[in-house]
């Protein structure tokens, strides 16, 4: 019998390339997700015999119950959240009942119930500002959230790896994401290599707010190849501990996304304007992940750039300034 994972957002951007990803490895996938943005994203694997999918919403705790007593589960992933400062700051509420509550809830049940594994997906956002605008933080330096978004990611974090009572019988882990852009079967276009792409493939002009602040970048399908990783680790290799996703020669300010943007569009209509501060500004180390779980990524910033492009110049994406690729309310 295949191992039975319960993935928490699996019909979202990250969540649906991770579905896939589990069910050509022959786990069985139980998906819940509350379809906010739609479930097209798993329309070519409804007939899957190994995934089963739970439309419900991870704050309904009796749903919630009712799954971990129907299923005995190897893992849980949990990527379930509203993703991202600007749609957290716009629904504060919402969020703290999701990121928090209803979080809290879930790694109850997955103790109560004796799940060994536990992945959360955080954020590098937790970095904020760095204290040393020359230098690069690592999993070990100093938090320093400024957003919504990130004060809760790191809040759990906390909980999850040095709050609860450790247990030998318990392994969880957390991902700290970089930015994230590519292509998935759930497309975002508010992302900022996506959007700075397609605004530029529909020949629109480009507004840059501060082109010297820092961030790192990994494609949406290397956060998959990094669960897969910690998950194919020894448990000793992973619980309790804390991995950056990303890799270090991917870090950009948004002038050298720009750089590469004009590879691309050589003529493009860029505006630059001038911003002294941002509270988020980071460059990201991610040896650490390479060294113990042997992650690397598969794709880089400039080869985003040109799949983006090409999806939405050849029209494979036809309305790309669509409500539905957006997560927070957007005016094409």
């Given at each position: 019998m295949s191992e039975t994972i319960l993935v928490t957002g699996g019909a979202?951007?990250?969540?649906?390339?991770l579905v896939r990803r589990l069910l050509?490895?022959?786990?069985?996938?139980?998906?819940?997700?509350?379809?906010?943005?739609?479930?097209?994203?798993?329309?070519?694997?409804?007939?899957?015999?190994?995934?089963?999918f739970v439309r419900g919403d991870i704050r309904d705790e009796q749903l919630m119950q009712s799954i971990f007593n129907e299923e005995s589960f190897h893992a849980v992933i949990h990527l379930a959240a509203i993703v991202g400062d600007p749609a957290c700051a716009r629904e504060p509420?919402?969020?703290?009942?999701?990121?928090?509550?209803?979080s809290v809830n879930l790694l109850n049940l997955t103790r109560a119930h004796k799940v060994r594994r536990f992945i959360f997906a955080s954020t590098c956002s937790n970095y904020?500002?760095?204290?040393?605008?020359?230098?690069?933080?690592?999993?070990?330096?100093?938090?320093?959230?400024?957003?919504?978004?990130?004060?809760?990611?790191v809040a759990f974090e906390k909980?999850?790896?040095h709050e609860i009572e450790k247990s030998p019988e318990f392994v969880p882990t957390s991902l700290r994401f970089a930015t994230v852009y590519g292509l998935s079967h759930r497309m975002r276009f508010d992302l900022t290599v996506n959007e700075f792409t397609k605004e530029l493939a529909l020949g629109k002009e480009l507004v840059v707010f501060g082109e010297q602040f820092w961030r790192p970048y990994c494609h949406v399908a290397d956060f998959s190849n990094a669960m897969l990783a910690v998950l194919d680790a020894p448990e000793e290799k992973v619980a309790y501990d804390v991995f950056n996703v990303g890799d270090t020669s991917e870090n950009y300010t948004k002038g050298m996304l720009i750089t590469e943007l004009l590879k691309v569009y050589p003529d493009a209509n860029i505006k630059r304007v001038e911003k002294?501060?941002?509270?988020?500004?980071?460059?990201?180390r991610f040896e650490k992940i390479e060294n113990t779980l042997g992650f690397k990524i598969s794709r880089t910033v400039?080869?985003?750039?040109r799949e983006i492009h090409d999806v939405v110049t050849l029209g494979i994406i036809p309305e790309p300034e669509n409500q539905k690729y957006y997560n927070i309310p957007h005016s094409a």
């Open positions: 979202g951007y990250v969540g649906s390339i050509e490895r022959d786990i069985r996938v139980v998906c819940i997700d509350n379809l906010m943005f739609g479930g097209e994203a798993l329309l070519d694997v409804w007939g899957h015999p190994n995934l089963r509420e919402v969020t703290r009942s999701i990121n928090w509550d209803a904020g500002k760095m204290a040393d605008p020359d230098g690069y933080v690592v999993e070990d330096s100093t938090l320093a959230p400024v957003s919504l978004y990130a004060e809760l990611k909980l999850l790896l002294k501060e941002d509270p988020r500004d980071y460059r990201v400039p080869e985003g750039i």
